[in-house]
């Protein structure tokens, strides 16, 4: 489901290796994630949309021989 890569990345972005000192800042943290989506859609759109292929040249990044 594409709400779990926006999950995955606002973890990545807010909370993976922090602990917030209270709940009120990790409030904010969320808020500034939420406004940075919201000044360019298009970039989040393209990191979230679902990809129908594979692109061979990336793939081959993925997996050394």
């Known amino acids: ?32 994630f939420e406004a940075q989506l919201n000044q360019d859609p298009c970039a989040a759109a393209d990191r979230l949309w679902v990809k129908d292929h594979l692109n061979p040249d990336e793939e081959k990044l993925r997996f050394s021989s």
């Open 1 to 32: 489901m594409p709400v779990q890569a926006l999950w995955r990345w606002l973890r990545e972005d807010v909370t993976y290796h922090h602990c917030r000192a209270t709940a009120n800042d990790l409030t904010r943290r969320v808020a500034a």
